[in-house]
């Protein structure tokens, strides 16, 4: 009696190991799958982030070619508008943008000048206005207007040579 007791209840627990198995697998198998959706889905979260770069990117340069083309439209306009025009006109013509960056430039010569006679007059050591009146931004601006005047030019004079 004893080994039917013993069989029955081996069997009983055998029986609930082998009927609970495939819950067991169903759930590790979840488990797996969720993780693999969850992984597939940070993958084509980082996709769509370097797609929405790469996008961003390339209105930034069909923003700068347009940019560019429309300058070039102005300079092609302006040198028809000059050959169209009277001698004195063109030279008018000319002479803006450089009588605008003189202009510009001596007005920053000027208030540059006279910040640093008013801080030598009230006593300031001379070399030390002169590096706390020298920043960054005045070394931009300086580079800014030469690389226009010397660099810009420059390229163009090859561009058109090349054209």
């Known amino acids: 009696m004893?080994?039917?007791l013993g069989g029955g209840l081996l069997g009983s627990i055998f029986g609930g190991i082998f009927r609970l198995a495939p819950e067991v697998l169903k759930w590790?198998?979840?488990?797996d799958e969720r993780s693999h959706e969850l992984k597939m889905f940070q993958l084509q979260t980082d996709l769509e982030k370097v797609k929405g770069s790469i996008a961003l990117e390339n209105k930034y340069?069909?923003?700068s070619t347009a940019q560019l083309q429309a300058i070039q439209e102005a300079f092609k306009e302006q040198?028809?508008?000059a050959?169209?025009?009277y001698r004195w006109v063109a030279a008018i013509s000319a002479?803006?943008?450089?009588g605008v960056t003189y202009t510009l430039f001596g007005l920053y010569i000027g208030i540059k000048t006279s910040s640093i006679a008013y801080a030598i007059q009230t006593g300031a050591p001379w070399d030390g206005v002169l590096k706390a009146n020298?920043?960054?931004d005045d070394f931009?601006?300086?580079n800014m207007i030469l690389t226009f005047w010397f660099v810009g030019r420059s390229i163009e004079k090859y561009e058109q040579r090349t054209t």
């Open 134 to 136: 020298w920043t960054a």
């Open 79 to 81: 040198a028809s508008t």
């Open 140 to 142: 931009a601006m300086l």
């Open 28 to 31: 590790v198998d979840r488990k």
């Open 61 to 63: 340069v069909e923003h």
């Open 95 to 98: 002479l803006v943008r450089p």
């Open 2 to 4: 004893l080994d039917l």
């Open 83 to 85: 050959k169209d025009s």
